[in-house]
C-alpha cells in the first residue's frame, strides 16, 4: 500500500493529470485524488520471420 501512496503522491505533487495503471489497489486508493486509467493496448510487433 505504501508505493500506491507515494505514486499517488508524487503524481499529484508533479501536476499529472492522469496515472495509467491496471493496479486495483493504485485505482482504488488513488481515484480520489487523480484520474486513474487503464493501460492502452498495444498491437503486438511483429517477428522478423513475419517480415519474409
Known amino acids: 500500500m505504501k508505493a500506491d501512496y507515494m505514486i499517488t503522491a508524487i503524481a499529484r505533487a508533479r ?3 492522469c496515472i495509467y495503471s491496471e493496479d ?8 480520489d485524488y487523480i484520474d486513474v486509467r487503464p493501460l492502452p493496448n498495444i498491437e503486438r510487433q511483429m517477428s522478423i520471420e513475419d517480415a519474409f
Do not use: R
Open 15 to 17: 501536476g499529472a493529470k
Open 24 to 31: 486495483a489497489g493504485l485505482k482504488k486508493f488513488a481515484q
